[in-house]
């Protein structure tokens, strides 16, 4: 592919190209091939939509962050529906009601919808909150999911006085563990240990000697050996690479899945006799779920 002149490219479904670093430098090196000059030198790409984390939403899709001179136009099925059967198209709008994943994804193309999605009571417009300063006071934990083939999540939680739980930050990437431990530190306190300067969420708790450390919990299968020892002789695995490189106060979490399943439903349920918090929009109404994201997550 390297030795490639081309002056045009077409790529169809260009979602299913791998998520992570793999599928975007595929896409960086066929861009880098539109060099005939007899052109148009261009690239055409069809998508179904996906995920608001693949590489595609954030470089073609989003008109935050995409590509300087990327242009996109989104297209619903009612868009061509004079070109359809009438019977085909009742049946797809249907869908809105028995399959409204499918509708959102398939009918009117939007990113981030998925069919079978787990939790269906999350609403962006009731879970999702603007950034707000997360007092000092309030109880702080992490939560990880390291990735090998997929990216590594973490995210830091913090529960106000009424034991509602705000995720306010992710850290989502692919990588070496060296990579993602250097971010977390990063997030986890300023380089001077001090007070968090205001308007800044740091991911531990400021007390009076510097910081509070909190516990961020993880799959315990970060602990399985890899058959080697680490600097420390203790037999190699995630967890003790994540150690020599300073991660620490990691604690093995319970990863019966329908246990957590069935937990993040209640945090998730809009709780009728609950009062919103005064930190929400909808502060004096009742219906509250206890978990909530901020919205530049």
Known sequence: ??????????????????????????????LGRLSDPRGPRKMVAVANPGSLTHWVYRRLVNEKTRDAGARYVHVELTDNAQNLPEDYVEAMLATETTRPHWFRSFIRGLWGSFEGAAYEEFDPGTHVVEPFLIPEEWDRFECMDHGAANPTSWAPIAVDYDGNQIVFDLYYSPGLVSAHAAAIKRRRSPSSFGHAPPGLNWWQRPNARGYEWTYCYTDPSIRA????????????????????????????GNNDRAAGYARLLEL????????????????GEYGSPRLFVFRSC
């Open 268 to 283: 998730v349920h809009p709780d009728p006799k609950r009062p919103y918090p005064s930190w929400h929009p909808r502060s």
């Open 1 to 30: 592919m390297l030795n490639l002149t081309l002056g045009g490219i077409f790529v169809d479904q260009i979602e299913e190209l791998d998520e992570g670093d793999e599928g975007e430098r595929l896409f960086d090196t066929l």
């Open 225 to 252: 050996s890899h058959g080697l020892s680490g600097k420390f002789g203790l037999p190699a695995s995630v967890l003790t690479e994540y150690l020599e490189h300073g991660i620490d106060h990691l604690v093995l």
